[in-house]
């Protein structure tokens, strides 16, 4: 099992930046994508970025060129800098990780921060 805990999130004016943060515990080495996704009130839950071992990252097309993710060599922690935020990017955001053990594919999730964006 995997337990995350993000932090970083608050309430920022439109234009500012944010950096996220996400603590990952337990069976670490059996992550394979580290990620980040959001939720805004009345809508689905959204990937915003994730990293992919070996594979490279890969972003939402609405937040490509104003927010990176990036994470440690252990796959411990991970980041989501966030610049130029706009009001539409007002959500609550989770941190994400796929791993496999024991042949099993597994979500484990962070309990989300939320990140205001005031126009």
């Known amino acids: 099992q995997v337990q995350l805990v993000e932090s970083g999130g608050g309430l920022v004016q439109a234009g500012g930046s944010l950096r996220l943060s996400c603590a990952a515990s337990g069976s670490i080495v059996s992550i394979n994508t580290n990620g980040w996704y959001r939720q805004a009130p009345g809508k689905q839950r959204e990937l915003v970025a994730s990293i992919l071992s070996g594979l490279g990252t890969n972003y939402a097309d609405s937040v490509k060129g104003r927010f990176t993710i990036s994470r440690d060599s252990a796959k411990s922690m991970w980041y989501l800098q966030m610049n130029n935020l706009k009001p539409e990017d007002t959500a609550v955001y989770y941190c994400?990780?796929?791993?496999?053990?024991?042949?099993?594919?597994?979500?484990?999730w962070g309990q989300g921060t939320q990140v205001t964006v005031s126009s």
């Open positions: 994400n990780a796929k791993s496999e053990r024991m042949g099993w594919a597994y979500d484990d």
